[in-house]
């Protein structure tokens, strides 16, 4: 079965400070890759997904992530943290279910800035 | 505006009562999903609808139920029969093409408390 570990359940960085979130998957075939934002008693907002081709994907408010397919790793990236970052971040998988395809998340990764 | 609304934002209950939750999308997406999230827990899968009038358990289905009437709404019902319903509910939608590619975008969900 399909898993994902977010082995970080809190960062906390400086604000103007680079910020790596790690995700780790478990999935047999190719994955399909996502991460969301959620700010304190909110919805979740679309970051970023890897579907296939470049390995290095950019998404929103200036986020990116890598997929190594090596590692089994898909992490996130920011050159230089905002306050307005601070939010919990979910890393996803895509994998198949009856006759659809679901999501199965990681346990989030809490994002504290420090001004 | 296109989007998935969702209400209300807070719900209280009394232990014994059944509770409704709504969902609704404009985005013509055929897919619904309903998710139930927990402080470090992630989200996990209760329900979802590849379309109208037909819908699957995920994870957690047990205590919940749906209909899917209308290709726009898809309302929860938790039940007296969960036992521990407090928690933050959350909704999606996606196109439901059945492909991997499919993204999920998520309703600013709903606070349920059991009083």
């Known amino acids: 079965a399909q898993s994902v570990t977010q082995p970080d359940i809190h960062i906390t960085v400086s604000e103007g400070a680079s910020l790596e979130l790690r995700c780790n998957y478990s999935y047999g075939a190719t994955p399909y890759l996502f991460w969301y934002v959620q700010s304190p008693g909110q919805g979740l907002q679309l970051l970023l997904k890897y579907f296939s081709g470049d390995t290095l994907v950019q998404g929103i408010k200036g986020f990116e992530a890598e997929f190594k397919r090596s590692q089994s790793s898909f992490n996130l990236r920011k050159p230089s943290v905002h306050w307005s970052d601070a939010a919990e971040y979910f890393c996803a998988v895509g994998s198949p279910g009856a006759g659809s395809y679901q999501l199965t998340f990681g346990k989030g990764t809490k994002l504290s800035v420090i001004p | 505006d296109g989007g998935i609304t969702q209400s209300p934002k ?20 055929d897919a619904m999903y309903w998710y139930r999230q927990d402080p470090g827990q992630g989200l996990r899968l209760i329900y979802y609808s590849q379309i109208v009038n037909d819908f699957q358990k995920g994870d957690i289905a047990e205590g919940y139920s749906v209909s899917r009437e209308k290709k726009e709404s898809f309302p929860l019902t938790v039940t007296s029969a969960q036992k521990n319903p407090t928690a933050f509910y959350l909704c999606a939608s996606s ?5 991997m590619t499919d993204t999920q975008y998520f309703g600013p969900g709903t606070r349920l408390t059991v009083l």
């Open chain 2, 10 to 29: 807070y719900l209280f209950r009394k232990e014994g009562q059944n509770v409704t939750l709504s969902c609704e999308q404009n985005l013509n997406h």
């Open chain 2, 95 to 99: 196109i439901g093409d059945r492909r």
